[in-house]
């Protein structure tokens, strides 16, 4: 059996794809729940997609990017699930599905606002659905006893990516001088992440010590003028050690459809509305073996990782530190 599973992954990684993204066939089912938040502030929605082989899985909290909701990145959830994470998706305070019929006319009209006022609830959100895994089990009667506390990943895109960083250890400038990070997840991934800022000074990407991999490419830019170079920095001024950058040549900041429908609302030509079926491959592939090797702790995900196998795909570059 061992040589046999050895030799599956030695054909299927030859083409650069990891070999786990075949592999990923388990049944999955997906249920919509709400969670209590303290003080009776409104219930937090969340997305729970999950293998239903009855076995103790590990868990994948996933963040939204601004505008977004517990119904996006279908692309990689369904992946992962499949794979045999149970996948937790949040819908933040930012999410378009919250606002008024009003609201969503303005963002239609002005397409590019800023809505980041829940940049400080975020990584409340993320803290929240970790301390509720019981209430989830409760509520999800086929979950019960099967979310695994020990063996916990977090990631996020966009804004989503921001959320990751923040949880991962990224320290908070702008006067406040704190950290809101979360010592559960073991890994993270931070798809189209932010460089330094005010709020998230340079010195502050020093405390990113947990594995995390990054992903962007060269047309990965937004109207507020940020640029992929810009992103690549979160990558460069973190501590090394398990760190890895995904690059994607013409990969924008929709890396070809993985937000999936989320986001019929929000299409910014060039931005989301982005079609490149390899690209999200690409995705697919980097983020499994990320989680396959630093939450399921799996040798030879490691292996597909360390050796850079998905350079083997034109125009893909992993950079690792």
């Not at 009209?109 to 929240?128: A, C, K, Q, V, Y």
Request: one cysteine or more.
């Amino acid at each position: 059996m061992l040589i046999t599973t050895l030799l599956v992954w030695m054909v299927s990684s030859k083409d650069g794809w990891y070999s786990g993204l075949e592999a990923a066939k388990s049944p999955i089912a997906r249920v919509d729940l709400k969670l209590k938040r303290p003080e009776g502030k409104p219930e937090l929605g969340v997305r729970v997609t999950y293998p239903k082989t009855p076995v103790k899985a590990p868990v994948l909290v996933w963040s939204h990017g601004m505008y977004g909701s517990q119904n996006g990145n279908l692309p990689l959830v369904e992946v992962w699930a499949k794979a045999g994470y149970v996948v937790i998706q949040p819908t933040h305070g930012d999410s378009a599905t919250l606002m008024s019929p009003e609201a969503r006319r303005e963002l239609l009209r002005n397409p590019n606002t800023n809505n980041t006022g829940s940049w400080n609830e975020r990584p409340l959100d993320i803290r929240l659905v970790l301390d509720q895994f019981s209430e989830i089990e409760a509520k999800v009667p086929e979950l019960k006893g099967r979310l695994d506390a020990q063996r916990i990943g977090m990631g996020g895109h966009s804004f989503g990516a921001w959320t990751t960083q923040v949880v991962a250890g990224c320290k908070l400038g702008g006067g406040l001088g704190t950290s809101l990070s979360d010592p559960r997840p073991l890994a993270f991934v931070a798809l189209s992440g932010q460089g330094p800022s005010p709020l998230m000074p340079a010195e502050g990407f020093a405390e990113l010590k947990r594995p995390v991999l990054w992903a962007t490419g060269d047309l990965d830019t937004s109207p507020r003028g940020e640029t992929p170079a810009w992103r690549k920095q979160a990558y460069e001024l973190a501590a090394p050690g398990d760190k890895f950058l995904v690059w994607i040549k013409d990969a924008t900041h929709g890396f070809g459809g993985i937000n999936g429908r989320d986001f019929g609302l929000l299409t910014r030509a060039g931005v989301t509305n982005d079609k490149n079926e390899e690209h999200v491959k690409i995705i697919q592939s980097t983020t499994l073996a990320f989680w396959d090797a630093y939450v399921k702790a799996d040798p030879a995900a490691r292996k597909y990782l360390t050796e850079k196998q998905i350079e083997k795909i034109a125009g893909v570059t992993l950079s690792l530190k």
